[in-house]
């Protein structure tokens, strides 16, 4: 069998699941053993009358990930293939979504808060492509990172310079009016992160029709504007760091309709160009 989008789930449908289970990593096997692997989707498959495609992107590590959705569009099947058309990841789960929120979008129009290529780590308007989407106060954020032959880091990246998102420049999304400054927490050393201040140092800028846009985790005491500064679109901002409850340097970006993270709600953002999601590289 090919393990592709249309033969995978053509014969997932079709119930070869073990044609399937013997195209999963050793580590897939050592947690489900083929007959519960059966079980599962016999179980999964119940009542449904076909897939298709929803997303389909590449993660850095060149492990392609695909997302199909049953035809009355209540399951998702979230599928990972490394290079070799191995199935390294698999998961099974309902596919809720939020269609009231997901229609709206900002009445203003935004760019990425960046003046070089950067990659889509997570974006998009369902849960397999954006973790934040289950959280009203984030659901449409996104969180960027940058990338060179394919990761986010040079050497073994246990310093945040080996990451080359760090100390990038960040910019403006567009014009506004400079409400909330962060500036002085300490960024974290790669793999720890700050619970207590999510979202480390950070911008809040307001912008016309009462929209918010914040970028968060960015480097300690690079952010060069005050609060009441009026800012023009892809103005420059500060750096990206890795401050707040971040892992690695990357910045999170999003648009809300209160200036306070603890109170707002995330709105779909309105872009110049296609909206970009999971995957995408933006600039």
């Keep these: 069998m090919t393990i592709n989008q249309d033969g995978f789930i053509a014969s997932w449908y079709d119930g070869e699941y073990e044609k399937i289970y013997h195209k999963t990593s050793n580590e897939f096997k050592q947690l489900v053993t083929l007959e519960q692997f ?14 298709k495609l929803l997303n389909k992107c590449l993660n850095p590590d060149q492990v392609t990930q695909y997302v199909w959705v049953d035809n009355q569009e209540k399951k998702a099947v979230n599928v990972y ?15 809720n979504i939020y269609p009231k929120y997901d229609r709206i979008y900002s009445k203003k129009e935004y760019i990425m808060p960046v003046d070089s290529e950067w990659f889509v780590f997570w974006g998009g308007s369902n849960v397999f492509i954006n973790y ?29 310079s080996d990451y080359y998102a760090f100390n990038s420049h ?3 999304p567009a ?8 500036n002085n927490m300490i960024d ?17 800028i307001e912008h016309a029709y009462q929209e918010y846009s914040l970028i968060a985790h960015l480097k300690q005491e690079s952010i060069c504007v005050k609060e009441g500064d009026q800012v023009k679109k892809g103005q420059y901002l500060g750096r990206c760091g890795n401050s707040g409850n971040s892992t690695e340097p990357h910045i999170h970006f ?18 110049a160009h296609d909206e970009p999601i999971k995957g995408d590289f933006v600039c």
Aim: proline letters at 2%; aromatic letters at 12%; hydrophobic letters at 30%.
């Design 38 to 51: 059966c079980d599962l989707g016999k179980d999964f498959n119940k009542g449904v009358e076909g897939y």
């Design 81 to 95: 293939f490394d290079s070799s058309h191995q199935i390294v990841g698999f998961l099974l789960k309902p596919y």
């Design 132 to 160: 934040h989407y289950e959280l009203t106060s984030q659901r449409y954020a996104y969180d960027l990172v940058q990338l060179n032959n394919h990761s986010t880091y040079k050497n073994e990246g246990l310093n945040n």
């Design 170 to 172: 960040i910019v403006s």
């Design 175 to 182: 014009e506004g009016k400079v409400m909330t400054v962060q």
């Design 188 to 204: 974290n050393e790669p793999g720890q992160v700050d619970q207590e201040n999510v979202l480390g140092n950070y911008i809040v």
């Design 254 to 271: 999003q648009v809300m309709n209160s200036f306070d993270f603890n109170k707002a709600e995330s709105i779909r953002i309105t872009f």
